[in-house]
């Protein structure tokens, strides 16, 4: 992630180069332009140095993510940062070009500009934020069945008899097709149904009870499914 924020520091930089050119370097040479640089002015310029510190804050913000999957939550706070910076140096630089206006004028357009940029990244960072949180508790609320899904696959593939293999099967592809919503109230049968997979390994590996073990976890699965479809 911090790759990527030096990428959009880089263009940043080179934004506030760029307004800086236009202000110091393109202006003078204007025909007829008259250049004061009053209080007046370096106020305005520091409003404007700080609208642009602002947006890279934002910027920084939107990239602090903790993997690629956060950061896709938070791409729409690039985005407004990205039109945050083109605005400033767009706008506050053709401000500054035009002959007899005054600087206060550029820095009050670029700290609005700040302004808006900032509440926008806040409301699609708790947006983003909002989103994730939902898609993490969905994960953790799914991780149980799939990583028993797992499990099974793993166990098929211990099975040593032609009867443990049918067996295990039945087993795995139950649990692929099963709802894999989980929830408070399926804990105590998710529970007895990892007590009855463990049954069902351990019979796998003695080569012994194999098809019993499979039935009675598979009947269990099936009442947990039931209890999961009548919550919906």
């Known amino acids: 992630m911090k790759k990527n924020f030096k990428s959009y520091a880089l263009i940043w930089a080179i934004f506030l180069v760029a307004f800086n050119i236009i202000v110091f370097l393109v202006r003078p040479i204007i025909p007829g332009y008259e250049i004061h640089y009053d209080l007046r002015f370096w106020i ?4 404007v140095m700080a609208a642009f510190v602002g947006n890279l804050l934002c ?9 690629l999957e956060k950061l896709f939550y938070k791409v729409p706070l ?10 400033m ?3 506050g630089g053709a401000l500054m070009l035009i002959p007899n206006c005054p600087a206060w004028i550029a820095a009050i357009v670029c700290v609005a500009i700040a302004a808006f940029t900032a509440v926008a990244v806040v409301k699609a960072d708790w947006a983003g934020e909002t989103v994730s949180a939902t898609h993490e ?13 797992v499990d099974a696959e793993t166990l098929l593939g211990k099975a040593k008899t032609p009867d443990a293999k049918i067996a295990a099967k039945k087993v795995y592809e139950a649990l692929r097709y099963s709802d894999p919503m ?9 529970a007895e149904l990892a007590e009855k997979f463990r049954a069902l390994e351990a019979a796998v590996t003695a080569d012994q009870g194999v098809t019993e073990a499979a039935e ?3 009947e269990t699965l099936a009442e947990r499914n039931r209890k999961c479809k009548a919550m919906k």
């Open 44 to 47: 305005a310029w520091l409003f």
């Open 137 to 149: 508790k969905v994960k953790a609320q799914t991780q149980f069945i799939k990583l028993l899904t």
């Open 182 to 190: 989980s929830s408070e109230a399926l804990g105590e049968i998710e």
């Open 59 to 67: 910027a920084n913000k939107a990239f602090q993510a903790e993997n």
């Open 216 to 218: 009675s976890l598979l």
């Open 78 to 87: 690039i985005s407004v940062s990205y039109r945050g910076l083109i605005g």
């Open 89 to 91: 140096l767009v706008l």
